[in-house]
């Protein structure tokens, strides 16, 4: 890790939500209008899967089963991913933190650069339709994860469990907006750029 300085008005933001809530498909038209630097620990992990790295192969085994993977490899990755981006206008976080180890991980290496979250949007979704979204992307998007209903329901357990106690954890710092995650993608979009513009005008 090196610890250089990043500029102190970059604008870092949380997507949070269970799976399925359109955290993938929001994130792409923020980092289109924003230009923040994208970080989604899925991509990444699903990267290093099609390149068959060792991490990818170990990853790939509790990804499957609809597991979380180990908190060192995810905040080992994120770590990484900032360090080679010290020029980002700010960083979107999409998919992590997912565990409260992983959040305060996140803190203590955004302190050392001197930068923090300025904002966790929180996507709320009903858990039929999470379901509902997983099993129709699995007809085509060849996620083994998405292909099997006991998995979707293993990653909402593995949601419940580990990672809705995430946003209490931003909510101490009265850092946490609900959006209503259901509806068209554009209306929850307007939602969510109207949080960040507010936010941002304040930067
Ligand atoms: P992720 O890649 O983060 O996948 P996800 O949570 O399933 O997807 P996402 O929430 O982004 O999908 P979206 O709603 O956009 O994680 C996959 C796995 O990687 C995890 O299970 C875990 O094993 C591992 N992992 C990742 N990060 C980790 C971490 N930090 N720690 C440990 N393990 C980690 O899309 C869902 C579907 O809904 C799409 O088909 C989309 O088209 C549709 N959709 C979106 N918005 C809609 C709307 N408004 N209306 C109707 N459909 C909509």
């Known amino acids: ?3 250089t300085r990043m500029s102190a008005n970059m604008f870092n933001l949380i997507l949070f939500g269970p799976p399925g809530s359109g955290k993938g498909t929001q994130s792409e038209k ?3 209008k924003y230009d923040l630097k994208h970080l989604s620990t899925g991509d990444l992990l699903r990267s290093e899967i099609a390149k068959k790295s060792a991490l990818g192969l170990e990853a790939k085994k509790m990804m499957d089963k609809g597991q979380l993977v180990p908190d060192e490899v995810v905040i080992g990755m994120i770590s990484a991913a900032v360090d080679e981006n010290p020029g980002a206008v700010g960083f979107l976080f999409d998919g992590f ?3 409260s180890k992983q959040a305060e991980a996140l803190d203590e290496l955004l302190e050392l650069k ?3 979250i300025n904002v966790m949007l929180a996507l709320n979704v009903t858990e039929a339709e999470l379901v509902k979204r997983l099993v129709k992307r699995g007809e085509t998007s060849g996620r083994p994860d998405d292909n099997n209903e006991n998995v ?3 990653r909402i357990q593995e949601y419940h469990k ?3 106690a995430v ?3 931003y909510k101490k710092s009265d850092k946490v907006v609900l959006i209503k995650g259901e509806g068209s993608v554009d209306d929850i979009f307007t939602s969510l750029t109207k949080e960040i513009d507010s936010r941002m005008k304040k930067n």
């Open 152 to 154: 979707i329901k293993t």
């Open 162 to 164: 580990k990672t809705s």
């Open 114 to 116: 001197h930068l923090s």
């Open 167 to 169: 946003a209490d954890y």
């Open 1 to 3: 890790m090196n610890f």
């Open 97 to 99: 933190p997912r565990t």
């Open 30 to 32: 923020l980092i289109a």
